[in-house]
């Protein structure tokens, strides 16, 4: 009791000391907690998000189990097995409710083979029509229809006439009105049954998840109400073959998930029970797909977040590390005392495990609910440093959060734990001999540490490096290293080994500048030039942590400006505008055939080649889409994948684009300096002739093409025009110019045999005029490309074109593809870390800061008032300070600055390794948003400044008594 109470004493005596100590464990947990409250935060909305664009792309909902089984008659019996079939529901309805999500609905349907309908009157109806059909029944099929004409059918047979309802087709493909009597007779029926269409029918509702199975299906069917068919045919084995259905819908946006391995293994044990019970069955469930892969990404998503926050981390590590040295430098006398006096190292480490332990219960009760916030911040950003009102994420604290923070605690705590350890290694004697040696070298300069890990991470880069170019070179898939935790490890070893290294040349450049103006300091600068010359030491672990946190903060925000940009910039330059519409062009092509041209007893010798005729299209108006709202220009832009260019005798296939200039230049986008001339110089250079055209780089290569020369341009079918290069390109607006994989073709080598991938020809592209391509080649269909005003959103688009009934085939919308972008996890988890390390770096860099100097100055006190005793006025003394935060603080802004922008332009490149580098177009360029570095420097000078403020006031108010006095004791 009487240790406990000393240690709550001491903590007292150093309260703002410990307060600090105690933030940065509050933080550590915070960060630590909310990784796996993240995780599964984020990968909830994205399962929940797949399954909603899964429903939007395929058109099927993807809470649908479906099940399809198919009876036949048992030898032994002749008939169907109807305890199976009884057994088949009660189970899948059992099952239904085990896949852990509410069952909206299910439905039970029965099938028949296709009959052939005979009429009952062949003076009624025309016998001669062809006439087959099938037997439904589907459970409450009543409650999802509308009677469009005619009377609901009977529960019961009418004389002996089974009463249907139908779709409208049946009526129209059977040429017969409602009340037509059949008659079905097959050798696999038991008797004859007659039936006849009282009622036409049409879905409630078109959106109700009733009718998810194929309607075209269920057009040619005559419906009979389900007890009736289950109680006359099912009862009474009517029928040698059945096909049953269960179609169960689940709410998918209920599926958590923790609930995933519920419902894999709800779809698992389906599958068994009828792979076991049938030889012929189906069971669809189009969410198992999306679900499977979930593992993988969450594996994924975890590693990225570790490697995200490995730099913050080591961040607070050393925030941690330095708080508990000031702590403990306050203490190294007492510690040295109570050695001197016999007590244990042991003991002594004990009192401060104790204290660790006090702070560890507080942060591990904190941190947590700390880090939920944090993690809705993090799902809030939509870029670094932007947030919007994005729907909230569903997060919660979970065991896993707990077990991070635990693991928190303990790591935080053991380093707050190594200042103490090393200082119960010095008796008294000790203690005072290293108090008169300050100035001496620190452990890492004397090892050449921070040379070697500054070698190690140089090392590291060029092997990025070298990995990279054969990626980008060679076309290769980065698939395999998405998330690569060096990524984000190596930079941060860069900037503590380079803060390292220039901190061990900064006192000779003090030494210098002492030099340069030894003979014209005045006394204040001479005495400050002499404090922090001789006491390089003593400022290393503050000057070090506004490195690391200031180059840290900026590579941060290099690194997600970067990402955030390229990715943008790819899916802008891969869709060229804003819009890229595919409009519906009139046209004489025959239909697709069905079947095969030819019998097969045709011979060889009576088939003949088929002259494929060019097909003749209609060009639809342009004009109209130059008129929409919103639209601030449109341009036409043919494009011939497969065309030829020949120079000479060197003959290549390559890609056609036909523009005209002036739109194609007001609408299309492309990056500033990716071409050697501006963009709109080469239109201007192809709008000066009819017959000039653009070649790409790998034409000019591989024909030996140059400008001036004549080439010939055409495709299949249509004979070729004559053009004149004009220039030669290296980049254009949707034209990827990386060589793409192609798996190789069996061949008789052992290197395209042996099943690896070959690197395809380099992509190949020619640009002219849209005009002279239409009067001189042919007409063919091209695109329309947008260009929206600022203020105009997708939707008023897509109702305009509704509105004006304007037939669009296929749409690419290059802001949806943005916003999509920006809500996937990954890029999520990128803004959103490293936001959060951004704004963490620049907190505990302002505490540490204002904690280390309020200190020193606390430790000063007896100097600076020696110095007013001696005649320096307080302006001189204000501007001894001045000149040290200058020296120290203002050099470690510098070299932080200095060191950060250096760590992005070698270590940002590397980012693209985890990009597609076949796609990776306009090339990865890494970027600097100015307002993050002014957002540094106004925190920087902030930080100085309220530091000054404070040190100036706490210097007002020494007096020289009062440091006379302190002096003597």
């Not at 609905?105 to 001669?128: C, G, H, Q, W």
């Not at 008129?627 to 260019?645: E, H, M, P």
């Not at 110095?867 to 040290?884: D, K, P, T, V």
Request: glycine share 6%.
């Amino acid at each position: 009791m009487a240790l406990f109470l000393m240690i709550l004493r001491k903590m007292v005596k150093n309260r703002w000391l410990e307060l600090s100590l105690l933030v940065g464990l509050i933080i550590s947990v915070a960060l630590a907690s909310s990784m796996p409250i993240y995780t599964h935060a984020i990968l909830q909305r994205m399962l929940i998000k797949d399954l909603e664009v899964g429903q939007t792309d395929t058109k099927q909902y993807p809470g649908q189990v479906y099940t399809y089984t198919y009876f036949m008659e048992e030898a032994e019996k002749g008939t169907i097995n109807n305890r199976l079939l009884a057994e088949t529901d009660a189970y899948l309805v059992e099952q239904s409710k085990k896949f852990g999500v509410p069952v909206l609905l299910s439905a039970i349907s029965r099938n028949t083979m296709s009959f052939e309908l005979v009429p009952s009157d062949p003076a009624k109806i025309d016998p001669k029509v062809n006439r087959t059909a099938g037997l439904t029944a589907m459970s409450d099929l009543d409650k999802h229809i509308r009677i469009i004409d005619g009377v609901a059918p009977a529960s019961e047979p009418v004389n002996g006439v089974y009463e249907a309802w139908v779709f409208p087709e049946l009526l129209t493909q059977f040429k017969i009105v409602l009340g037509s009597e059949f008659t079905i007779a097959s050798k696999d029926l038991k008797q004859p049954i007659r039936i006849k269409p009282v009622a036409v029918i049409d879905r409630s509702d078109y959106a109700d998840l009733y009718w998810t199975n194929n309607m075209n299906d269920l057009r040619s069917k005559l419906f009979i109400p389900y007890p009736l068919f289950e109680k006359d045919f099912i009862a009474n084995n009517t029928f040698k073959n059945l096909f049953s259905y269960m179609t169960i819908v689940l709410d998918y946006h209920q599926l958590k998930l923790e609930g995933i391995g519920t419902y894999t293994q709800a779809n698992e044990r389906l599958d068994t029970f009828l792979s076991n019970n049938f030889n012929t069955y189906t069971l669809k469930n189009p969410a198992i797909a999306t679900l499977k892969l979930y593992g993988e990404k969450e594996k994924k998503l975890r590693t990225m977040l570790w490697s995200l926050n490995v730099p913050v981390s080591i961040l607070l590590a050393f925030y941690l590390f330095m708080v508990a040295n000031l702590i403990t430098d306050r203490q190294k006398t007492e510690i040295a005392v109570l050695r001197s006096r016999g007590a244990s190292r042991l003991q002594i480490v004990f009192g401060y495990v104790v204290e660790g332990v006090l702070l560890g219960s507080v942060a591990l009760l904190i941190g947590p609910f700390l880090g939920l916030e944090l993690t809705k911040i993090l799902g809030a950003s939509n870029g670094f440093l932007e947030f919007v009102q994005r729907a909230s994420m569903e997060v919660k604290l979970n065991q896993e959060a707990y077990q991070y923070a635990i693991f928190a605690v303990i790591a935080s705590v053991c380093m707050t734990l190594i200042p103490a350890i090393l200082a119960t290694r010095a008796t008294i004697v000790g203690h005072k001999q290293t108090m008169a040696r300050k100035n001496k070298h620190s452990f890492v300069h004397k090892t050449f540490l921070d040379v070697i890990l500054l070698a190690v991470s140089i090392y590291l880069l060029q092997s990025f490096d070298r990995r990279m170019s054969d990626l980008v070179s060679l076309g290769l898939d980065s698939m395999d290293m998405k998330v690569d935790p060096l990524l984000f490890l190596v930079p941060a070893l860069f900037i503590f080994a380079m803060g390292l290294f220039l901190l061990r040349i900064y006192p000779w450049v003090i030494q210098l500048i002492y030099l340069i103006g030894r003979k014209w300091w005045p006394p204040y600068l001479y005495s400050t030039l002499l404090q922090v010359g001789r006491s390089t030491t003593q400022y290393q672990f503050i000057m070090l942590f506004i490195i690391m946190t200031l180059a840290t903060g900026l590579f941060s925000a290099s690194a997600a400006r970067t990402m955030n940009k390229n990715i943008e910039e790819k899916i802008r330059y891969k869709n060229g505008a804003d819009i890229v519409l595919q409009t519906k062009w009139e046209n004489d092509a025959p239909p697709p055939q069905s079947g095969p041209a030819s019998g097969f007893g045709e011979t060889e010798k009576t088939q003949q080649p088929i002259v494929k005729k060019r097909v003749q299209y209609t060009e639809p108006p342009f004009l109209p889409f130059t008129q929409l709202t919103g639209v601030a220009s449109a341009a036409r832009v043919f494009q011939k994948k497969d065309a030829a260019i020949t120079l000479g005798k060197e003959s290549r296939r390559t890609r056609l684009m036909g523009i005209d200039t002036d739109e194609f230049g007001q609408t299309a986008w492309l990056r500033d300096h990716l071409l050697d001339h501006h963009f709109n110089d080469y239109l201007n250079l192809l709008a000066s002739n009819s017959k000039a055209v653009l070649i790409s780089k790998s034409v000019a290569d591989e024909m030996g093409a140059s400008v001036g020369d004549v080439v010939r341009l055409g495709w299949d079918g249509v004979e070729g025009a004559t053009f004149i290069v004009y220039g030669i390109i290296d980049y254009w607006p949707s034209w990827n110019p990386n060589p793409i994989l192609t798996a190789a073709s069996v061949s008789g080598s052992s290197s395209s045999s042996s099943g690896k991938q070959v690197r395809a020809d380099a992509p190949k592209i020619v640009i002219g005029h849209l005009s002279y391509i239409q009067n001189n080649l042919a007409v063919e269909p091209y695109d329309v490309w947008l260009k929206l005003k600022p203020d105009t959103t997708s939707q008023a688009l897509y109702d305009e074109l509704v509105i004006k009934h304007m037939s669009i085939e296929n749409m690419t919308d290059t802001k949806q593809m943005l916003i999509r972008t920006k809500n996937d996890p990954f890029q999520l988890a990128v803004n959103g870390v490293m936001t959060l390390g951004f704004l963490i770096a620049i907190g505990i860099s302002f505490i540490g800061f204002l904690l280390y100097w309020v200190l020193s100055l606390s430790g000063r006190i007896l100097q600076f008032g020696v110095f007013r005793a001696m005649g320096i006025s307080f302006g001189q003394l204000i501007g001894m300070l001045i000149a040290e935060q200058l020296l120290t603080s203002g050099a470690a802004v510098l070299i932080g600055m200095m060191t950060g922008t250096t760590a992005s332009r070698l270590y940002v490149p590397l980012f693209q390794l985890t990009f597609d580098s076949s796609s990776q177009v306009p090339p990865f360029q890494v970027s600097f948003d100015p307002n993050d570095q002014w957002h540094l420097y106004v925190i920087v000078v902030v930080m100085i400044g309220t530091g000054l403020l404070l040190l100036g006031t706490m210097m007002s108010r020494i007096k020289i008594h009062q440091a006379v006095k302190l002096g003597e004791d």
